[in-house]
């Protein structure tokens, strides 16, 4: 299965920038979600922003205007830039896909139909180690 490697985090203060990498151990097409999440402690797993089938991208509310993501499938790499992070954008930040070698073969992707934010934790896999983001004040 395919397994994602993040990197890029840090420590950084409000208003600061920081560019997290992302890099699957395979090519994943781009019809197939690469999504970036993350996680503090007390809370929910939740999608930040997605790169999709067709090129589309979507974002959380709370990131909008603050963080673009880029997907370079030729080198299976995604980017997640993040710009004037605010102290709520603190936590560990991973990266997975909706790719699967358990769905039947002609299955057609999850979030191409749903929606690449809306699908729910199980369709995903390749979970890195995650990395993590500390913004401080």
């Known amino acids: 299965q395919v397994r994602m490697v993040e990197s890029g985090g840090g420590s950084v203060q409000a208003g600061g920038s920081l560019r997290l990498s992302c890099v699957a151990s395979?090519?994943?097409?781009?019809?197939?979600?690469m999504t970036w999440f993350r996680q503090s402690p007390g809370k929910e797993r939740e999608g930040v922003a997605s790169?999709?089938?067709?090129?589309?991208?979507t974002y959380a509310e709370s990131v909008q205007g603050r963080f673009t993501i880029t997907r370079d499938n030729d080198k299976n790499t995604l980017i997640l830039q993040m710009n004037n992070l605010k102290l709520d954008d603190t936590g560990m930040y991973y990266c997975?896909?909706?790719?699967?070698?358990?769905?039947?073969?002609?299955?057609?992707?999850?979030?191409?139909?749903?929606?690449?934010?809306?699908?729910?934790?199980?369709?995903?896999?390749?979970w890195g180690q995650g990395t993590q983001v500390t913004v401080s004040s």
């Open positions: 395979e090519y994943i097409d781009s019809d197939y979600c």
């Open positions: 790169s999709g089938s067709g090129g589309r991208t």
């Open positions: 997975a896909t909706d790719v699967s070698l358990f769905r039947d073969a002609g299955a057609p992707p999850p979030g191409k139909v749903a929606g690449c934010l809306n699908l729910p934790l199980y369709e995903y896999n390749g």
